[in-house]
DNA sequence: CGTAGACCTCAAAA
DNA sequence: ATTTTGAGGTCTA
């Protein structure tokens, strides 16, 4: 019953090296996604909108959710930007209602993935300047930086220090179950949206974090949403956007020039965050990329920093340890090698070695796993890596939401062969690191 | 100015 | 089964 307010599946062409949503809704960017547990479906509510997703090596698939009570089109519920709700004339035709919200589905889906840049074009571009890169980058494909809501990600950052993806999620889903709008229920499960700042000043939300499980954290986001929300403009964050990279429903305009520090309006936005509670200078370079669409602004967390010191030679000399000065050279090291997309790039190498993932990286000498090596028309040798569906499934064992459904990479000169979702058993203590290199 | 400790919680390791 | 560790840091002394 409840599929009944479900738009029809639309399909947009994409490959899965220009995007590939199993990874990139889960390499710790966006923490609201939900995957529904029977097929490979993906769930969240965007700017007062519930949508679904799923792909396969051809195409994404989306539909919207239409909430059966109120009126078809949802009305942006003043998540974050209420400024420009986009307002629409008032028509009584439903039929051309629904036709507009599919559009603006679509235009929405566009605008959050970052759809037009090209990452295949990217991604060469990375592997020419960097053999590190090259070396990594053939397993994780199609992972995109997201265009998310900047406070969204303002929050969800503060609730990553020192935490583990997982909590991150719960706290986040704690966040919008208690403070943000809801938005439908479907399955008998509620879907609200992200709370918007002012949302997030009450005189108790301090304590009644506390109770849920924040933390010290809890502080820190009543503090930051009182700031935001009467210390500052309406607004203010989106002031703070990469031109290049608008809200939605605005137009593009220049960025400014690249330098290694990076661009100016990086900088500006870089500090002007770091004045926030609980905001130091790794969640605020989340915010500027995920948030804020600046693309040269590299995160260097604890991950980053070891990938630094294995990799590219830092540890030593005038970096040892992770200061001030280190954080800075770090991303100005990457901002030169990768130049201004350079965070984009520096996401694939941290999904790269993410628990959840960087068993694609050793499984090739473990098991179930067919190598071949074959000449491409570059010359160059490349691995190809396909995943055979070995999952002995039989048993009684119930794979709880661990399970690692990777898509198959997308092949390409020969017939498509492409394993569309390969399911491992993804034995838990898969593989440690094994060779320091 | 740059550097140790404390800070909440929870699930995985030991 | 119970304790210890560590997880995408930040704030403060």
Not at 8 to 21: F, G, M, T, Y
Not at 56 to 83: E, I
Not at 123 to 135: A, G, R, T
Request: proline share 5%; aromatic share 8%.
């Amino acid at each position: 019953m409840s599929t009944a307010c479900f738009s029809e599946w639309r399909k947009l062409p994409v490959s899965l090296s220009e995007l590939c949503i199993n990874t990139t809704l889960r390499c710790g960017q966006s923490f609201r996604w939900q995957k529904l547990p029977d097929d490979d479906e993906w769930r969240c509510v965007l700017r007062g909108r519930i949508i679904s997703l799923k792909q396969d090596p051809t195409h994404l698939y989306y539909r919207y959710y239409s909430p059966p009570s109120t009126a078809p089109l949802p009305t942006p519920p003043a998540s974050t930007s209420p400024s420009r709700a986009a307002s629409k004339s008032a028509n009584d035709d439903s039929e051309s209602q629904s036709e507009t919200a599919s559009d603006d589905t679509l235009a929405l889906i566009k605008h959050y993935f970052n759809l037009s840049s090209e990452l295949t074009r990217l991604y060469s571009e990375w592997s020419s300047l960097d053999p590190n890169f090259k070396k990594k980058a053939p397993q994780f494909t199609g992972i995109r930086i997201l265009r998310q809501d900047a406070w969204e990600a303002l929050v969800s950052f503060i609730c990553s220090s020192n935490n583990n993806i997982s909590r991150i999620s719960q706290m986040v889903e704690k966040l919008c179950i208690n403070y943000g709008p809801l938005i439908g229920t479907i399955g008998g499960r509620a879907y609200h949206d992200f709370p918007s700042p002012q949302a997030l000043t009450g005189k108790d939300v301090e304590s009644r974090l506390r109770g849920l499980g924040f933390g010290y954290r809890a502080k820190y986001i009543y503090n930051t949403a009182v700031m935001v929300a009467n210390e500052r403009e309406e607004g203010w964050l989106d002031t703070l956007r990469n031109p290049e990279s608008p809200a939605f429903g605005m137009e593009p305009a220049h960025g400014g020039e690249m330098r290694p520090e990076g661009r100016e309006g990086y900088r500006v936005a870089h500090e002007q965050l770091l004045a926030l509670q609980g905001v130091g200078p790794k969640v605020a370079d989340c915010v500027c990329l995920m948030g804020l669409g600046w693309g040269e602004a590299v995160p260097v967390d604890t991950h980053v920093w070891q990938i630094a010191q294995r990799d590219y030679k830092f540890g030593r000399g005038a970096h040892k340890t992770l200061n001030k000065a280190t954080y800075d050279a770090v991303g100005n090291h990457f901002r030169k090698l990768w130049g201004k997309e350079a965070g984009w790039a520096h996401s694939v190498l941290f999904t790269a070695d993410l628990k959840t993932f960087s068993e694609r990286l050793t499984t090739s000498k473990k098991v179930k796993v067919d190598v071949d090596v074959k000449k491409e028309e570059d010359g160059e040798e490349d691995v190809e890596i396909k995943t055979t569906v070995t999952t002995a499934v039989a048993s009684k064992r119930k794979i709880k939401e661990e399970e690692d459904i990777d898509e198959g990479e997308a092949k390409k000169g020969k017939d498509k062969v492409v394993v569309q979702a390969a399911e491992t058993t993804h034995t838990r203590r898969a593989s440690k690191r094994l060779r320091k290199q």
